[in-house]
């Protein structure tokens, strides 16, 4: 058998086929374009099966199911998108929609979480059933597995360990409070910190490189000026890497989880990252034993359509 | 039938009996006086609930089991208390030295989820089966109930809510991070400033109600001080509640239950100090919702008896 994983984001709508043994064997995209209806964006994210299908000779009746993660709060028994900040639609029977375009069993689920059961099942944290997912982007999301199930809190609206304050009275949040992690560690505060530094040093190579243009500036400009050994980039890298790893302390000192999934943009980074974060984490875990793994997402930005695809399993 | 419960704190041995409804019928106490053997201790603790079962009347055929709660990580399948920063002994198997004392059925828990076990079974969190118990006191403990089991990570370990830091590069906690939730919500936290706002204004109420000999501040006094209108004080309070409330918005935010429980030395203090908090959880809570109940702990310094004698019921 095989099955449809699809990953509709505020920029792409992604989807693919995973065969019996759990390997992506293709995929494909196309843009969300942000206004649109949730009966174009289905549809598209329909179409996009099909031809998937189609192209790889796989007769439907060997599609087992379609699962799709969404970016926000879903109702997974319901089959409902109950709101996403980066959709013009909520409140919307996502099951049922989608089922008007490929008749299968359809699942949903938070992208954040689709990731983790994808980085779970296939990726980083395989073999594990304690995981946490962390995607650092605009935002900093999380997906929390426990003993195999995803975790959702009481009310089906928790884990949103990005808005955890790391720092009392600090940086403004997009959430309205101060000092959230997410205002740390997502890629909008190393951007928001590289632009902050390119205008205080005028000859850091962070302004060198947009040519003094900052709102050019993006986290991978950080980067690639510490790649140039720019000494205000290497030290914003540090800081933010200090923040980063106060969060996952954080989250391991609460969760202990078997393994830790770094996912999103930043992960491009791997050890540059990766490295620092868990060295801080080794000294500073409470009780002074790491047991925790901490590694970057294998699957990339596939995590997401995998895990979705997976979804028939139920992971609730 | 009828259970024994036992707290053995750093302080003091605690024992009741609990009957067939769940309710404390007696309970009885002792100093631990820190340093003696395992032996000298469980004896005692065994004593304390072999009289209590003597002055109530109650065979010893009528007990069904026996419940222990220890400060400290314990390892509930194998009965071992790992280690207990407050006890002179670890590694011990309490569970069959209990025995040599009590032959009954014995269960071993960490004190912190005994009292949240307490609570949810017969306290402010009645009829739920996801709570945090947050005891305030020397330090901060968590003791965390997802889906009616006591969470303790991948590894036993976990549930450390006290060891997140909310304020990076902030005070020196006793795990040796900086700026742990601990080292600003304990009793501890509250002494700390107690005693430099008195050292910093002789004229203050803090200062005058020890009569200058600052090392007699502890947390009461800094409410009583706010209790007859000292500035000084209020405004540590209100700091104080602030960077409490930072914390249990963080927990709220990333477990969402159904209710979060104060317990400890500091929730003597009841609306006084849940109220401001609960305001800050109302405005700040992640999507502007707030489901979660915030509660002080209704059974008191029992709650941690009464969750230890309700081990026999299963919350692993």
């Known amino acids: 058998m095989y099955y449809f994983g699809v990953d509709i984001g505020g920029t792409n709508i992604s989807a693919g ?14 843009p969300t374009i942000q206004g649109r209806s949730h009966k174009d964006i ?3 994210a329909a179409k996009l099966c099909l031809s998937l299908a189609e192209k790889n000779e796989i007769p439907l009746d060997k599609i087992n199911s379609v699962g799709i993660g969404l970016p926000g709060l879903v109702d997974t028994k319901k089959g409902k998108l109950i709101y996403a900040n980066n959709l013009s639609f909520d409140h919307i029977d996502i099951i049922k929609e989608f089922k008007k375009f490929i008749d299968k069993p359809i699942y949903i689920e938070n992208d954040a979480n689709c ?10 944290a395989h073999g ?38 790391i720092m009392a009275e600090g940086e403004l949040c997009t959430c309205g409070r101060k000092g959230c992690w997410e205002a740390y560690a997502s890629a909008t505060a190393l951007r928001r910190e590289g632009r902050i530094a390119a205008a205080k040093y005028p000859n850091s190579e962070i302004y060198r490189l947009v040519d003094g243009n900052i709102k050019l500036i993006d986290a991978k400009t950080v980067f690639d000026a510490a790649d140039l050994n720019d000494e205000v980039a290497m030290e914003i890298i540090d800081t933010y ?8 302390v954080n989250l391991v000192n609460i969760f202990q989880p078997e393994t830790v999934v770094i996912g999103g943009g930043i992960c491009a980074q791997g050890d540059r990252v990766i490295e620092p974060v868990n060295n801080i984490l080794k000294e ?8 925790t793994k901490l590694a970057v997402a294998t699957l990339g930005n596939d995590a997401g359509i995998v895990g979705a695809a997976l979804l028939f399993k139920n992971f609730d």
């Open 284 to 291: 500073k875990v409470y009780g002074g034993v790491l047991k």
């Open 241 to 248: 890497s200090k923040h980063l790893a106060i969060g996952i």
């Open 115 to 124: 990731a983790a059961i994808g980085e779970m099942m296939c990726g980083a």
């Open 128 to 165: 594990n059933k304690n995981v946490i997912y962390i995607t650092l982007g605009t935002g900093v999301g999380a997906g929390i597995i426990l003993n195999g199930k995803v975790f959702r809190g009481a009310f089906g609206g928790g884990g949103e360990a990005g808005h955890m304050v």
């Open 42 to 44: 289905l549809e598209d």
């Open 17 to 30: 086929i995973i065969d019996g043994k759990y390997k992506m064997t293709d995929k494909a995209c196309t």
